[in-house]
């Protein structure tokens, strides 16, 4: 049986890419998202978030009638759970939009749907997905309940894509599918290959969660030996830059690169669900959480100790986004440094942001957005905070009378 009507949940910066690529696979998608107006943007044809050539491909499928928002779930054959898996206190991890999304969903299933999970999830998070759907749907069967005979199919797919990148990453990337039973996986795997060029390799619903879950620990696992290798050459003064080049030129080592701490809402998000499920013995992904979170304030302490040569320091921060070429400031190390800042030197902090028009609210009044080429004459304390391309074309003549203190290696790279 072929999905003639794909639903996604949620339309932030997976459901909506993924949606506006199912319609340009010409499959009738409804879009559903719980806030109004980006249901209200997404049917102008508009869209509320910022991703390369996004703009484009919504606005064509939604023209040609390909792709309409709604603000409740419509019957579909198959519909993608992309909703947000934040953390609550005590990074415990929050399945209540997954919850919230299973119980919109339940009533318009039918015999027959897939229903894939997509939301970085802890491991169990699929099956209890299933058991909110059984619960309001005693009527239909699971495959909890009835295995390979069971009448809806579940399948967690994560997705994988890098933001900026994610309309080739979710055609060319390779996708991990788990379902429930055999079955389940193979019914998502017909769904994906309607789009996706890379792989689609079958797994079980827990080892999917587990696979999504280790990518990002791998990473920032990764990071947090950079930064502490950061830390480390500056109290023995060693350029940490050239050292990791020099050691990366051995054919098994590549050491990733420092910066003032891991941001976004995933690499800083996702380890705390494998600690959560086994807090003894995820020792060293918990350090490495601590080793990043405890970047920013490190950086904080090098620019006061800096300024202290100056009586009345004008510093410049470079960069808020919380990685290079976006305009993404949420969760960003680089904003939550620049914030601190403000409260410290008030009047005195300088920010250049390339990507954004207009301050964020929490340094509006307390900093001045401005050019790269002004906040290099009037700075005494120059803080590279993100990797943005025109930082990297700033003349060395220029930075010589200055105090740099340089997170990315950009220019303190040599
Ligand atoms: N960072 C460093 N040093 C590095 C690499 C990154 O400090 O060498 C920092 C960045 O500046 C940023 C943070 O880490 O603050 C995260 O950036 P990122 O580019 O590593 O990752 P994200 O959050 O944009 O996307 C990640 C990706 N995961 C992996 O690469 C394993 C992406 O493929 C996932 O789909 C995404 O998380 C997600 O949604 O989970």
Redo the contacts with the bound molecule.
């Keep these: 049986m072929s999905f003639e009507v794909v639903s996604v949940i949620g339309l932030g910066y997976i459901g909506l890419p993924t949606a506006a690529v199912f319609a340009a696979r010409r499959k009738q998608v409804i879009g559903v998202d719980v806030n109004q107006h980006a249901v209200d943007t997404i049917n102008r044809g508009e869209i509320h978030i910022v991703e390369p050539e996004l703009d484009m491909l919504v606005h064509a499928a939604v023209t040609q009638g390909y792709l309409r928002a709604a603000s409740t779930p419509e019957p579909a054959d198959a519909f993608l759970v992309a909703v947000p898996t934040p953390f609550a206190d005590g990074y415990k991890p929050d399945l209540s939009y997954i919850e919230a999304a299973s119980r919109a969903i339940a009533p318009v299933l039918k015999k027959g749907d897939l229903v894939v999970l997509e939301s970085?999830s802890p491991v169990g998070a699929t099956e209890r997905m299933a058991a909110w759907m059984a619960e309001a749907r005693p009527d239909l069967t699971f495959p909890q309940q009835a295995g390979e005979n069971s009448d809806i199919r579940i399948a967690h797919c994560p997705?994988?894509?890098?933001?900026g990148h994610v309309l080739r990453e979710l055609v060319e990337n390779d996708r991990v599918i788990g379902g429930m039973t055999p079955t389940c996986s193979e019914r998502a795997r017909d769904l994906y290959q309607c789009f996706v060029r890379g792989e689609c390799i079958l797994t079980d619903a827990r080892t999917a969660e587990m696979c999504k879950l280790t990518?990002?620990s791998f990473?920032d696992v990764n990071?947090a030996f950079?930064n502490e290798m950061s830390v480390i050459c500056d109290k023995l003064d060693i350029n940490v830059w050239e050292l990791i080049r020099l050691a990366n030129r051995h054919p098994r080592v590549n050491i990733?690169?420092?910066?003032p701490g891991?941001?976004?809402h995933?690499?800083a998000v996702?380890p705390w669900f494998i600690v959560d499920s086994a807090p003894e013995q995820a020792r060293l992904i918990r350090t490495a959480r601590h080793v990043n979170d405890d970047k920013p304030r490190y950086v904080i302490e090098r620019v006061e100790r800096a300024a202290k040569r100056f009586k009345e320091p004008v510093i410049a921060c470079l960069g808020l986004a919380?990685?290079a070429n976006i305009d993404d400031l949420r969760e960003s190390?680089a904003l939550a440094i620049t914030r601190e800042l403000v409260e410290r030197y008030a009047g005195q902090v300088l920010v250049v942001e390339p990507n954004i028009g207009t301050l964020p609210a929490a340094l509006e009044g307390k900093a001045r957005l401005c050019e790269l080429n002004d906040a290099l004459a009037e700075a005494d304390v120059i803080l590279v905070l993100v990797d943005h391309e025109p930082f990297k074309r700033v003349d060395p003549v220029r930075l010589q009378a200055k105090v740099v203190i340089d997170t990315r290696g950009l220019l303190a790279n040599g």
């Design positions: 970085t997705e994988r894509v890098l933001p990518e990002n990473r990071i950079a990733l690169q420092p910066g891991v941001g976004g995933c690499i996702d919380f990685k190390p």
